[in-house]
């Protein structure tokens, strides 16, 4: 066990998806790793070879030197570009090289989680250099965000669904929900004083209100409230998806119910995807 005892959940719910995704691709065809995912431009095997880079950088593996082709129309910032070149790469490797690669990467990953020494708060340089900086409790629990939204990925690729209520997934959900207050009060633009609930079902079950307060900062926590001004009822993967930009709301309306302002609804809407 690592030595601060606070930064075990995030690795542990670290370990428990990205094994999670090794199991998943070990058994498949070489056609398989081909199949589309949510993620726009991204195959099976581009995911994992996203998992695969990130994971090396942070063993401190220097960066493939590598040229993308300009014909990729989904990068189109410069963190898209830095995060295609861990991907593109590896677009002509096998399916034997791509299992090969991603287990020997957890099997060291591990053995460094096993033997962190740094203190929670200590910083971590990833990605784009300092201007990125972030503790490496946060770092942590990112990359079980990060890891188990992918594992997601995969799994709606490959007709396997699992792993929605996983310790990665409660991870998951506290980081997205971290961002509604900001997404409803500044980005979607919602009056002082409005209150938007959002009542999600499924493996993970939750409930919470944001309130905008007079001085148009907003709060959240899992109190009920009379008369909000919206209401969003949804299942706990449609909630996911959304907020990590998979599918745009109109795709899913089947699967949101609203109720109250439908103005400020479409607002919310249209800010919820928070990932980059």
């Not at 063993?59 to 493939?64: D, N, Q, V």
């Not at 990060?146 to 490959?158: F, G, I, K, P, S």
């Not at 699992?162 to 207050?181: C, E, H, K, Q």
């Not at 001004?229 to 745009?248: I, K, M, N, P, Q």
Request: with cysteine.
């Amino acid at each position: 066990m690592t030595v601060h005892p606070s930064l075990q959940p995030a690795i542990d719910a670290w370990t428990h998806s990205v094994e999670a995704v090794s199991d998943l691709v070990r058994p498949l065809a070489e056609s398989d790793w081909n199949r589309a995912t949510e993620c726009p431009g991204w195959s099976v095997r581009d995911v994992v070879s996203h998992i695969i880079g990130v994971e090396c950088e942070m063993l401190g593996e220097p960066r493939p030197i590598h040229t993308l082709p300009r014909d990729l129309r989904h990068v189109t910032d410069e963190f898209s570009r830095y995060i295609e070149v861990q991907v593109d790469v590896r677009r002509c490797h096998t399916a034997p090289e791509m299992t090969s690669e991603l287990e020997y990467t957890i099997i060291r990953r591990c053995r460094q989680l096993r033997n962190e020494t740094r203190p929670p708060q200590a910083t971590v340089r990833w990605p784009l250099g300092t201007a990125n900086e972030q503790t490496l409790e946060r770092t942590l629990a990112l990359r079980a965000f990060d890891v188990w939204t992918h594992e997601q990925d995969l799994r709606r690729a490959l007709g396997v669904p699992g792993n929605l209520d996983s310790p990665a997934a409660v991870i998951s959900r506290d980081f997205l929900l971290r961002a509604l207050p900001k997404l409803v009060a500044e980005d979607a633009g919602a009056r002082p004083g409005s209150t938007v609930v959002f009542d999600v079902h499924g493996p993970l079950e939750f409930l919470r209100t944001v309130r905008v307060g007079p001085q148009g900062k907003a709060t959240i926590d899992g109190s009920v409230s009379l008369g909000p001004s919206v209401t969003f009822a949804l299942d706990w993967e449609t909630y996911a998806r959304l907020a990590c930009g998979r599918v745009r709301p109109e795709a899913v309306a089947d699967r949101v119910k609203i109720d109250g302002d439908r103005e400020l609804a479409g607002a919310v809407l249209r800010e919820f995807a928070v990932t980059p």
